[in-house]
């Protein structure tokens, strides 16, 4: 099976959130939540010099972040109804809304917090990695719609090949033991490392997924 994912390069990141804008009017998603988020994470103080100058050590970068198509899914694993399934070719995780019953188990299963319950439908919803149009032999609409190029999709291990000195996750994505997550991020200087706790993610009402 290959297992598709995305590459995201935090060195080129702006934080503009046209990826999030494109993925939201493709899905015609509501206002109250999103397949793809940009959380803005930074931290700093102030350095004293020591001859009554200070200098800032602020620092800042953003990450963008949809479902990971994990190589062990949790929400696959603890759905009651196996309404989340990966794609035998792709490893894409998507999920059938004929058997989801809106528990909202995948939810509190994920560590990164990706699926979500559609307060009006009463069921869960995710990003499927743009499946239909992978199918089609083009990119996911957020990949497409970058317009500093930071995101890549494609086979993951051809991507890692390609781009040497990813990781797997950095600040404030959850650490990727658990779920082994199918991406490769190109770490920007400033980038902390999973369970950082130095800084703090600036924009939390943004990001929220309610």
Not at 14 to 23: F, I, Q, S, V, W
Not at 160 to 173: C, E, N, Q, S, Y
Request: net charge negative; aromatic share 8%; with cysteine.
């Amino acid at each position: 099976m290959t297992q598709y994912g995305f590459y995201f390069d935090s060195t080129r990141c702006t934080g503009c959130r046209t990826c999030e804008m494109a993925c939201k009017d493709y899905n015609d998603l509501p206002a109250n939540y999103a397949f793809r988020r940009v959380f803005d994470y930074e931290g700093g103080d102030w350095k004293d010099n020591g001859d009554g100058t200070f200098e800032p050590t602020s620092w800042a970068y953003h990450v963008s972040m949809a479902c990971n198509h994990c190589a062990m899914p949790a929400c696959v694993a603890n759905c009651p109804q196996g309404a989340l399934e990966k794609d035998a070719d792709t490893g894409l995780v998507s999920r059938d809304e004929e058997k989801c019953i809106g528990c909202g188990t995948c939810v509190k299963s994920c560590p990164y917090e990706v699926p979500v319950v559609d307060t009006e439908t009463m069921k869960s919803a995710k990003c499927d990695g743009c499946a239909s149009r992978v199918a089609e032999g083009k990119m996911p609409i957020c990949v497409d719609a970058c317009p500093l190029r930071a995101l890549e999709f494609g086979d993951i291990e051809k991507l890692r090949a390609a781009h040497p000195g990813t990781v797997d996750g950095i600040a404030p994505m959850a650490p990727p033991d658990a779920t082994k997550p199918s991406v490769a991020i190109l770490a920007c200087p400033a980038a902390k490392d999973c369970g950082d706790t130095t800084g703090a993610i600036a924009n939390p009402k943004e990001v929220e997924n309610a």
